[in-house]
């Protein structure tokens, strides 16, 4: 099997460290570089985290590219799932000693693009704010992007764990229009599937059989990350950016449908929320595809697989 | 002499101003770089500059193109109004309407290679506190510039901005100015940024309190008079006269108003207006007729708010002297390639 070359724009955080670790180590995927962007922490602590991990996993030979420091058209508000340095539970984890390529993040993905023959996927597990300004600064790359598989958004809320707006949309929503507008190919796959990849009781006994330093590392860093979920709704950690990556690997993890998407920039509780207008009533063409249902047991078993030596 | 980055959106007073740096003997133009605005595509505009350049005699300056959309902007049939605008003006003006913003013919030349936002932040960082940026199109390059890197607001000398509005009556809604309504999202970033700004506002550009500044056919006859074997003033003489025409009739101004070519002149020469202290000046964002209007904390208000007073903005103007200087500098031109 050929492996699906992948650039990878995130903001580790927990969840986009584990999917890293993933893209790393699966056979399945080609990691070509990687971009940060402000979301869970600070740009320079999301650049820093995204050089310990790929460093301690073995892929320090990844480019990294720092991109942008605050959202688009507003201040940035930080995630609180990840900790004041966006990677908390493990400290013991090294700064790494790689330091990030000069460049931008958007122009590192602008070269990156449009010096390989074939269009690329994209994966992006933070806030749009790269993404946004790669679009704005670089349109012609467009034609070059395969697809964004983009983990963001909410559509459906069948169920009360599941918030109006998601962070990742609410946290850059201009950035989310203009890639919304622009017509790259995206599939959202947002919290109506991702709040149904839950960590809990069976899936920390299956980690607990990895009896690795990776796997101990994992182990440290759900633990942490649990804890906003656990305090608030009484579930285990959302695996949000695993499952996005894990598209790349296994695109039938979820169902999609195609709809028209629109993100709402003004409203007092409502800005950042993602509206898809599934039965064409505005008339417009669709511009995204939604996940909107997962194979869980499946996806966990592909995630503790890629952990597993 | 001051050295100035150019940002413009191309339209006809753009065109005075790029001609105005590049002739004026207190300016070190970097270059001029283009973004989308009021005369259409970052194609179209691009074109503009480098035509404008060649009938300097400049094609030594670098021009950069840049943004070819605003951050957010406005939907679709507003963002357009401009086009049904001029149609508008067709109806009354005619067949004498084509020299008004017309497509710009193919250019001796292509830009320079590499983004507008590049060069700005490239030019600005390698020679920190000595470069001025200068605006007079919609803010997207100048924002995107500040959002790529951060530590530009603190590299530039100052920033000159021309947009907004505060006593007089908006050109989109009452309340905005093209400019900064273009590009509301963009406008605020770079008006909230903690760098010496100098905003020039609608009220020392086009409003008859400065009637003064504006140019009429009696001030392009002046120069034609002074002038010899000028293709500057000899193109301005040909294309100018609908322009004043039009910002007489369309806008009841007594002449064509010189918004771009006053914020360059301020660039090298403030005291030309009346400024007032450092303020914090915010972009109104949401709202529909108010998207896009600017506000100046001055005063005392019950509610707290505001941020970084880095803003002089302009009051008034010595439109006589600006205007002298503007004719001067193009009347006695001469192309030295």
Known sequence: ?309 | MERIILDVDSAGDDILAVLFAAASPHVKLEAVTTVTGAAGSIEQVTNVVLNTLSLAGRDDIPVHAGAWRPIVGHAKADMEAPVHFEKRLTARFGDRLKKFNPPAPAPTRKATPGHAVDFIIDTVMSNPGEITLVTTGPLTNAAMALLQEPRLAGALKRLLVLGGTFQTPGNMTPVTEYNIWADPEASRIVLNAEVDKILVPLDICEDNRVATSMMTRDDIADMQAVAKNNPVVDMIADVFPIYVDIWREFFGLVGFPLDDVITVALAFDPGLATLTEPLFVDVLIDGHVARGQTVAYRGFQILPGGGPKTTRIGTDLDGRRFLKIFKDTLARYERTI
Not at chain 1, 300 to 307: I, R, S, V
């Open chain 1, 1 to 309: 099997m050929t492996p699906t070359p992948i650039l990878f724009d995130c903001d580790p955080g927990h969840d986009d460290a584990i999917a890293l670790v993933m893209a790393h180590r699966s056979p399945a995927v080609e990691l070509l570089g990687v971009t940060t962007t402000c979301g869970n922490a600070e740009i320079e602590k999301t650049t820093a985290n995204a050089l310990r991990i790929l460093e301690y996993i073995g892929a320090g030979s990844v480019p990294v590219a720092a991109g942008c420091h605050r959202p688009l058209a507003r201040p940035l508000v930080l995630g609180t799932a990840d900790g004041p340095s966006g990677l908390e539970g493990s400290p013991y984890l090294p700064q790494a000693t790689i330091r990030p390529v000069k460049q931008h993040a958007v122009d590192f993905l602008a070269e990156k693009l449009l010096s390989r023959a074939e269009p690329t996927v994209v994966v992006a597990t933070g806030p749009l704010c790269n993404i946004g300004l790669l679009l704005l600064k670089h349109p012609h790359v467009l034609p070059k992007i395969k697809q964004l598989i983009w983990m963001g958004g909410v559509f459906y809320r069948k169920s009360e764990i599941i918030t109006p707006t998601e962070f990742n949309a609410f946290c850059d929503p201009e950035a989310l229009r203009i890639v919304l507008d622009s017509g790259v190919p995206i599939t959202m796959v947002g919290l109506d599937v991702t709040m149904q990849v839950l960590v809990e009781e069976p899936q920390y006994a299956e980690l607990a059989r990895i009896d690795t330093p990776l796997g101990k590392l994992v182990n440290d860093w759900l633990l942490f990350y649990e804890k906003l979920h656990r305090n608030s709704m009484g579930v285990g950690g959302a695996m949000h950016d695993p499952l996005a990556l894990a598209l790349v690997i296994d695109p039938t993890l979820v169902r999609t449908r195609p709809a028209h998407i629109g993100v709402d920039l003004g409203g007092s509780y409502t800005f950042g929320a993602t509206v898809a207008d599934f039965w064409g009533e505005r008339g417009l063409k669709d511009n995204a595809l939604i996940a909107n249902e997962v194979d869980s047991d499946r996806f966990f078993k592909l995630m503790f697989d890629l952990l597993r030596d």
